[in-house]
Nanobody, 117 residues
Framework: QLQIVESGGGLVQPGGSLRLSCGAS?????????IGWFRQAPGKAREGVAC????????SYSDSVKSRFTIARDNANNIVYLQMNNLEPEDTAVYYC?????????WGQGTQVTVSS
């Protein structure tokens, strides 16, 4: 079964940066899957933040993070990153990686991001 692991979360001050990583179990090439980053803040629904296509590398972002966040693949290391710059307190949430094919989707356990002074 495909296992997804996120890492890179933590506590950062407003205006700071973090880079989240999404990795997969051995033998699974993330390059063959559409990857999405989602987040869920306390008391709120899970929302999509960024995604990247497995077909043509097309990327899309939610309006709230556009120009601040960047999703990117590192196929050599089988990792998908979410670079988050100019973080705001409103970005505080648990961030989840979603790995999706035409027939399946898998979630990681999430990594906490806290933006606070």
């Amino acid at each position: 079964q495909l296992q997804i692991v996120e890492s890179g979360g933590g506590l950062v001050q407003p205006g700071g940066s973090l880079r989240l990583s999404c990795g997969a179990s051995t033998g699974v090439a993330l390059a063959n899957y559409a990857i999405g980053w989602f987040r869920q803040a306390p008391g709120k629904a899970r929302e999509g933040v960024a995604c990247i296509s497995e077909v043509d590398g097309f990327k899309s972002y939610s309006d709230s993070v556009k120009s601040r966040f960047t999703i990117a693949r590192d196929n050599a290391n089988n990792i998908v990153y979410l670079q988050m710059n100019n973080l705001e307190p409103e970005d505080t949430a648990v961030y989840y990686c979603n790995v999706r094919s035409l027939s399946t989707q898998n979630w990681g356990q999430g990594t906490q991001v806290t933006v606070s002074s």
